[in-house]
């Protein structure tokens, strides 16, 4: 068995399940998490998954929806030097859905410059960010699946002590799961079991 190998994990109560490393370890352990958050990281390479449910958002069109949400995540941190790098076309999620509506999916993945915590600009990390959004319409609910990886950690960041400054060590070296993968693999593998969860009825 691959050291890294992407396991199921239940998420909000069991309500639903995506597959990530075991080295993702649940924040809500340590500190209190939002009741629409999953938040995983591994302090040891300070890269994390959150899992979000949102109210859908009609406004947004579902081409480019993950564009959308990730320069509004941009904007919500206060970023700098926010970079699109890719982005994907709208596909139907077969697998989630619901009363006969049709669920999509679209991805992005950008840069940006971000501060941990309460730190100032001057303490700003290059990360890169994947980010899915699955809008289960039949649940009127929108799910993001942010992920998030250091490309160059700033010498002023509290990551810096843990996981030393300059740029960051590629995961390969370390004998993990590249970021890109681990994010490909959590929006595939994930699961509704319980449709109540979003106040639907069956």
């Given amino acids: 068995m691959p050291a890294d190998e992407s396991i199921p994990r239940p998420l909000f109560g069991g309500a639903v399940s995506t597959s990530f490393p075991m080295r993702f370890q649940d924040v809500s352990n340590i500190q209190v998490v939002p009741n629409h958050q999953e938040v995983f990281v591994d302090p040891s390479r300070d890269e994390s998954i959150i899992i979000e449910l949102l109210d859908f958002k009609h406004d947004v069109e579902d081409n480019g929806s993950a ?89 002023l960041s509290a990551s810096a002590r843990t996981v030393g400054a300059g740029p960051a060590v590629p995961a390969v070296d370390s004998g993990c799961l590249p970021m890109a993968e681990v994010f490909k693999n959590a929006v595939t593998s994930f699961t509704v079991h319980d449709w109540n969860l979003f106040g639907a009825v069956s």
């Fill in 67 to 155: 564009v959308w949400f990730l320069r509004d995540l941009a904007s919500e941190q206060d970023a700098e030097q926010s970079m699109l790098f890719e982005q994907s076309g709208t596909i139907e999620a077969v697998s989630l859905r619901y009363r006969d509506v049709p669920s999509v999916v679209t991805t992005a993945v950008g840069q940006m410059a971000v501060s941990k915590g309460r730190q100032g600009r001057e303490a700003q990390n290059i990360v890169r960010v994947y980010l899915a959004n699955l809008r289960l319409k039949g649940a009127a609910t929108d799910v993001l699946i942010t992920a998030y990886e250091p490309v160059f950690i700033n010498p």
